[in-house]
C-alpha cells in the first residue's frame, strides 16, 4: 500500500478541526444536557481519540478570561 499523500492527510486534518470547533462553539451554547450528549456523541463520530475533557477544556479556558 502507498502511504497517503501529504495534501490530502493536511486537508483531512484542517476540517476535523473546524469540525471540532464549531462543535465547541454549539457545545458551549447547548442549553440542557440532552444537547451537550448529542454534541458529544457526533464529536465521537468525528474524532475517536478525543476526550471530553480534551473537548471541554478550550471552552473553560474560553470563559475564564
Known amino acids: 500500500m502507498s502511504t ?8 483531512r486534518r484542517r476540517t476535523r478541526t473546524e ?8 457545545y458551549a451554547a447547548a442549553k440542557n444536557d440532552a444537547e451537550r450528549s448529542k454534541l458529544t456523541d457526533k464529536l465521537k ?4 481519540g478525543i476526550s471530553l475533557d480534551q473537548f ?3 471552552i473553560e479556558t474560553r470563559k475564564s478570561r
Open 4 to 11: 497517503p499523500s501529504r495534501r490530502s492527510e493536511i486537508r
Open 45 to 48: 463520530k468525528v474524532s475517536i
Open 19 to 26: 469540525k471540532i470547533d464549531k462543535l465547541r462553539k454549539r
Open 56 to 58: 471541554v477544556k478550550p
